[in-house]
T-cell receptor, first 113, second 112 residues
């Protein structure tokens, strides 16, 4: 039982390159989330998926797209990376739509040069 | 939009001293959660408070939810070096499906 698994753990990109962060959970949770964490700013919600088949914008969605591939998987795509997207990205899931604790993955550290 | 403010941003204590972090929301919350993140780690859920005026304890940790459901606090009694990390509050607004909005966190350093 791995919980929430994110890949890759580390990535370095050049400005303008694209990439996808993958996230999978094995807890049969309905809701999944992508957060970014920057020093002094806590965790800011990028996108979330309340249930399979739905996605919605969070606080800082610009420059990102998401796909809820199935109940287990929720990916985050950067189409044209910018230095401002250098951050640590966390995927999370919860078992109750709009409620319940979040289970976080170990994070993906992204550097955009 | 909804904002959750957390203070202090950073706190040094000597081992054995107490520590408190405070969380304030601009809107009434349906519930508030607290998470701990160890250095280099990921946030881990500690507790959820739902009722107005609720107080919950976990060993040396005491969590409170304000009467107006707009503020919360986490108090650690007699800190230990294992308490080191960043403590986040996260609030959810009332009504419908609402996202969890995190405070900026309080980073706790404990000196032996």
């Amino acid at each position: 039982n791995a919980g929430v698994t994110q890949t890759p753990k580390f990535q370095v990109l050049k400005t303008g390159q694209s990439m996808t962060l993958q996230c999978a959970q094995d807890m049969n949770h309905n809701s999944m989330y992508w957060y970014r964490q920057d020093p002094g700013m806590g965790l800011r919600l990028i996108y979330y998926s309340a249930s399979e088949g739905t996605t919605d914008k969070g606080e800082v969605p610009n420059g990102y797209n998401v796909s809820r591939l199935n109940k287990r998987e929720f990916s985050l795509r950067l189409e044209s990376a910018a230095p401002s997207q250098t951050s640590v990205y966390f995927c999370a899931s919860s078992d109750a739509t709009g409620a319940g604790e979040l289970f976080f993955g170990e994070g993906s550290r992204l550097t955009v040069l | 939009g909804q904002q959750v403010m957390q203070i202090p941003q950073y706190q040094h204590v000597q081992e054995g001293e107490d520590f408190t972090t405070y969380c304030n929301s601009s809107t009434t919350l349906s519930n508030i959660q607290w998470y701990k993140q160890r250095p280099g780690g990921h946030p881990v859920f500690l507790i959820q408070l739902v009722k107005s005026g609720e107080v919950k304890k976990q060993k040396r940790l005491t969590f409170q939810f304000g009467e107006a459901k707009k503020n919360s606090s986490l108090h650690i009694t007699a800190t230990q070096t294992t308490d080191v990390g960043t403590y986040f509050c996260a609030g959810r607004r009332s009504g419908g499906y609402n996202k969890l909005i995190f405070g900026a966190g309080t980073r706790l350093a404990v000196h032996p």
